[in-house]
């Protein structure tokens, strides 16, 4: 967990991951204005993987994980904020 000033940061929203009886909550807030989603479409499993070995992708106690099996939420700023003029 990162600690920081909250009212400085604008609520992107959460995810909820149900397993069994229990579950998983990630809330994101970010000082940025654009999200990167990945989804592990690219696990061993995942079609079209260019240039991938087709080694499974192991986890903690050996776990291995297939297509789809992890997720990444990444703030960022737009891929092309360098060539955009912003009047902030």
Known sequence: MIHCNLESMTYL??????VSAGGRVMETYTTQPGVQF???????????????SGEDFCGKGGSKYDQ?????VETQNYPDAPN???TK
């Open 13 to 18: 929203g959460y995810i909820f991951y149900r």
């Open 38 to 52: 990945y989804t592990g479409y690219y696990i061993k499993g995942g079609v079209g993987k260019p240039g991938a």
């Open 68 to 72: 789809y099996s992890g997720l990444c």
């Open 84 to 86: 955009k003029v912003t």
